[in-house]
């Protein structure tokens, strides 16, 4: 049911649930489409910024050998959102679509076979959240310990804090690899309703 957000003399209705479904698909065809296009002749050419600006949303700085992943079987992505947050629908699609992103950048620097292999198994996303009990951040810090001890990508996303929540919030964490593995690791998380 859409909850209704009133600013002064406007009100905003929450889009519904499955807009982040909406855009979770289209952030996977675009990056479907970037992967198809980086693997063919044309040269794609990327201009990153030095720095991140300071107010902008950002993923965790910590640098993860996925070198070592073997895309031996299926890859999947799973992303665990904070939801004690109180972020509304759209907010968590941003979130995810960033998360998505930086996991998407981390593997095709540095595991582009295991991006491949992703890629050709249509990018399966699950998205989670941490039952309702308990301390989400340290538990989502936690979980992104855990990622990379087992070599997998693992980027959490901090907002910027520009709409609805404090400045460099921790909101979600991607964490990306093979199969078996992402699903061992978020084994008790339940999905995102």
Known sequence: MPVAFHFGHQSVMEPPSTLVAAVVVITSVSLGYLAARASSDTKIQTVEPAQPEPDSDSESDDDVDVSALKPADDCKLVLVVRTDLGMSTGKIAAQCSHATLACFKTLKGKNPALLQRWARTGYPTT?????????????????????????????????????????????????????LLVEQLTEGLVGLE
């Open 127 to 179: 998205t989670l959240r941490f039952p309702d009990n308990g301390d989400a951040l340290e538990t989502l810090q936690l979980l992104q310990a855990q990622a990379q001890s087992l070599n997998l990508c693992a980027r959490s996303i901090k907002d910027a804090g520009r709409t609805q929540i404090e400045a460099g919030s921790t909101t979600v964490l991607g964490v990306a690899g093979p199969s």
